[in-house]
């Protein structure tokens, strides 16, 4: 089946650094990826819609300056969190639907769990 | 707008115990998908059931059944004969055809030995 890998699956950093994400679909091109934001105990949170050669949608709240998302291939999609601070703190994780892929058929990658210190 | 509700937030057993896990889902899309997935402590999402809104069959998969009743807005998901690895975080979502998905707020299911 259908694979989507995230890399890394955990990562420490100070505060104010920034980190990149990556969401790779391996066996597919994914013309659209999502990103999901999960906080502790919490659900999934749609954080925004990234479309291979244009610019991320983002959901209602959600600050694109700090969320930088790139989805330069059709293969990848890269979230990067910029001057990273304690609250951005969660576990990330994206989706990618592979194209002519019934609709609804989605497949997530494993998750980045993000620790800022 | 939509929604999804999964009223119970923590739910304990005793293994070879049924149980249900209950999701009610809002939506005034015509053409929907409803899913469930299954989070272990690892974190990372296990795929159970997609269902689309035309296809009201129930279910079944090993111990596994899922009730879809559109007439009250349901997608239940029953777990036949528990045992301790069933334990974790379930969440049912609603999907469209966009692909986003609205997660409900998950039901930790505890099956205790």
């Known amino acids: 089946g259908a694979v989507v890998s995230q890399h890394p699956s955990r990562v420490i950093c100070k505060s104010g650094t920034s980190v990149k994400i990556e969401c790779r679909s391996l066996?597919?091109?994914?013309?659209?990826m999502f990103w999901y934001r999960q906080f502790p105990k919490q659900s999934l949170m749609l954080m925004a819609t990234s479309n291979e050669g244009s610019k991320a949608t983002y959901e209602q709240g959600v600050e694109k300056d700090k969320f930088l998302i790139n989805h330069a291939s059709l293969t990848l999609s890269t979230l990067t969190v910029t001057s990273a601070h304690p609250e951005d703190s969660s576990f990330y994780i994206c989706?990618?639907?592979?194209?002519?892929?019934?609709?609804?058929?989605?497949?997530f990658g494993e998750g980045s769990r993000l620790t800022v210190l | 707008a939509q929604k999804v509700t999964q009223a119970q937030t923590e739910i304990s057993v005793v293994e070879k115990e049924d149980v249900t896990l209950d999701c009610v889902y809002e939506t005034r899309d015509t053409t929907y998908y409803l899913f469930w997935y299954k989070q272990p402590p690892s974190g990372e999402l296990v795929f159970l059931i997609r269902r689309n809104s035309f296809d009201e069959q129930n279910e079944i998969s090993g111990r596994y059944s899922w009730n879809f009743q559109k007439s009250t807005s349901s997608f239940n998901f029953t777990i036949t004969a528990s045992q301790v690895v069933d334990s974790a975080v379930y969440f049912c979502?609603?999907?469209?055809?966009?692909?986003?998905?609205?997660f409900g707020q998950g039901t930790t299911l505890q099956v205790k030995p």
């Open positions: 979502a609603l999907g469209s055809n966009t692909g986003k998905l609205i």
């Open positions: 989706s990618a639907r592979a194209p002519g892929a019934n609709t609804g058929e989605l497949f």
């Open positions: 066996d597919f091109q994914a013309t659209t």
